[in-house]
């Protein structure tokens, strides 16, 4: 197993840093940065508290007790990551970003086929349909081309078919996703668009305060207010 040390994980490993032993297990490549998402096991086991041991949890992957996004697991370092759905025995929990890497929201089960995915890019692509491709990895070929990079698509699962689109707009209810303000909402005020090497940034209104951030962290999450439970 590819392990790291506790000391030295990233910080969405849900993991002790200085007790239960030198090192961590690490994600599986897949679809989320290996920065930015937490191993199964250790989701299960130290974030969600619902088992005592990594045996235990392997017990319930083969078991076939323990989903993500509705698609039965059965590695204990598969990577969970943002707003990807855990479920486990019946229950079902949001992974949140938070200053202390994830939080796992508990939702119903009907909120549990719904998935929130931002688009990171968008290409032309024979036959005249456009192919998105969404930060988790996963593409979607689609005839509809008022979809734009940043916009956030809501997704039944596990079909994976669009229930609704969230345009990155003025107006938008945005999550920080890294950065000091990580997890934390606001409302989106203008993308300021840099032509060259430079980054995109927005500008948020966070109650009566106004922050720019790079554009890239930013995650559209609702309208007026998020279309998931989030805390």
């Known amino acids: 197993?590819?392990?790291?040390?506790?000391?030295?994980?990233?910080?969405?490993?849900?993991?002790?840093?200085?007790?239960?032993?030198?090192f961590a297990p690490t994600p599986r490549p897949g679809p989320h940065a290996k920065k930015e998402c937490a191993p199964l096991g250790s989701v299960v086991r130290d974030a969600l508290g619902l088992a005592e041991t990594m045996r235990e949890v392997r017990e319930a992957l083969n078991a076939q007790k323990v989903t993500v996004n509705n698609i039965v697991r059965r590695d204990?370092?598969?990577?969970?990551?943002?707003f990807d759905v855990v479920g486990v025995g019946g229950e079902h929990f949001r992974a949140i970003p938070s200053s202390k890497g994830?939080?796992?929201v508990s939702i119903t089960k009907k909120e549990s086929d719904m998935r929130l995915v931002k688009i990171e890019n968008k290409t032309l692509v024979r036959g005249g349909r456009v192919q998105l491709n969404m930060n988790d990895g996963t593409n979607v070929l689609t005839e509809n081309k008022e979809?734009?990079?940043?916009?956030?698509?809501?997704?039944?699962?596990?079909?994976?078919?669009?229930?609704?689109?969230?345009?990155m707009a003025k107006g938008a209810l945005v999550m920080l996703t890294r950065g000091r303000n990580v997890g934390r909402c606001a409302t989106?005020?203008?993308?300021?668009?840099?032509?060259?090497?430079?980054?995109?940034?927005?500008?948020?209104?966070?109650?009566?305060?106004?922050?720019?951030?790079?554009?890239?962290?930013?995650?559209?999450?609702?309208?007026?207010?998020?279309?998931?439970k989030i805390a």
Do not use: W
């Open 76 to 82: 204990t370092r598969f990577p969970v990551g943002i």
């Open 188 to 228: 989106l005020e203008a993308v300021n668009t840099v032509r060259g090497t430079g980054i995109n940034t927005a500008t948020l209104a966070m109650g009566e305060e106004k922050i720019q951030v790079p554009a890239d962290i930013i995650f559209v999450i609702g309208e007026k207010e998020s279309v998931v």
């Open 147 to 167: 979809y734009s990079t940043g916009d956030t698509l809501v997704m039944k699962m596990p079909d994976l078919k669009v229930a609704s689109h969230l345009k």
């Open 102 to 104: 994830f939080a796992f």
């Open 1 to 22: 197993m590819v392990r790291v040390k506790r000391i030295s994980a990233p910080q969405t490993f849900p993991t002790t840093r200085k007790a239960g032993g030198r």
